[in-house]
Structure formats: structure tokens, C-alpha cells
């Protein structure tokens, strides 16, 4: 797949909504037929586009988690040190989501968890033992400002 058109980015719009969305109304919507709207989907899926889909656990109904927001500094920017961080940081599912910055940290990376107390386990086991790490700066969320804002959506 080349590049992207107007109407992918609308699919992609509204699949960003709702990814539950019927592929009928789908396509009404994006003014499409339902097979070709199914199709541009399974190329957007082929391309890579969309990766996947998810499910969104409201935390007033669950288990409660905190977000924990980490800046990661490395002793160096070499690519070396980049590859080996990477490498590391994808062998642990606890880590959520993990970006390259620019600016003063080097990574921004996610975890959930339970309590200061798992994060330490966390910190101490993981975080602390990766390599080429020279600063980690970790900050606890209050609220999911998006999140708060969807539920008062519906």
C-alpha cells in the first residue's frame, strides 16, 4: 500500500471512535459500499495501518491502575545503546508503551500498576537493570483527563 487517501483516513477516523463499528455503517458513513469498505480495511490491516484492536477498560468498573509516566536518560545516544535499550525494554510486557524523544529524555515509557508498591518492584526489577541507563524519572498520573472526557460522552 503506497500511501493513504481521504477516505482511509476518515475509516481510520472513525474506527478510532468506535472499532466496534458495524462494517455496514461503516461504509454508510464513509460513503462506501460494505465490500469495498471491508477491503480498504484488510489493506489498512495488511499495510500495517491498523495493528490491531483493543479494548478500553473503564477503571470505575475494573480494577483500578495508575499510569505511570517514565523519562529514561541513557549514558549515551549511540546507536548501539539505543539498539541494546530497545531490545531490553521489549522482553518486558509490563512496559505499556515506549518512545523515542527528543528533548531531555531519551525514552518515554508507560506502565500500569496497582500502587507505589508494584512500581517499586518494578523500578528495583526491571527499570534499574536495563542497560545503558543513567537517569529514570518516573511520575505517578492523578486521572486520564481523555478517558474521563469519553465517559461522559455516552
Do not use: W
Not at 458513513?29 to 500495517?48: D, M, T, Y
Not at 470505575?60 to 523519562?71: G, L, M, P
Amino acid at each position: 500500500m503506497s500511501s493513504i487517501d481521504a477516505i482511509d483516513r476518515n475509516i481510520l477516523r472513525f474506527l478510532r471512535l468506535n472499532a466496534r463499528m458495524s462494517n455496514v455503517d461503516l461504509a454508510a458513513e464513509v460513503g462506501l459500499s460494505p465490500s469495498a469498505c471491508l477491503r480498504r480495511i484488510k489493506n489498512l490491516e495488511h499495510a500495517g495501518i491498523i495493528r490491531g484492536y483493543t479494548t478500553l477498560v473503564d477503571a470505575s468498573n475494573a480494577e483500578a491502575t495508575i499510569a505511570v509516566i517514565i523519562n529514561i536518560t541513557l549514558e549515551k545516544q549511540t546507536e548501539d545503546y539505543l539498539d541494546r535499550f530497545e531490545a531490553a525494554v521489549r522482553k518486558h510486557p509490563e512496559v505499556r508503551e515506549c518512545y523515542l524523544m527528543t528533548g531531555g529524555s531519551d525514552y518515554f515509557l508507560r506502565v500500569d500498576v496497582a500502587n507505589a508498591g508494584e512500581f517499586e518492584g518494578i523500578h528495583k526489577e526491571i527499570l534499574s537493570k536495563l542497560p545503558g541507563v543513567q537517569r529514570i524519572h518516573s511520575s505517578f498520573s492523578i486521572r486520564n483527563v481523555l478517558a474521563s472526557q469519553d465517559r461522559n460522552r455516552r
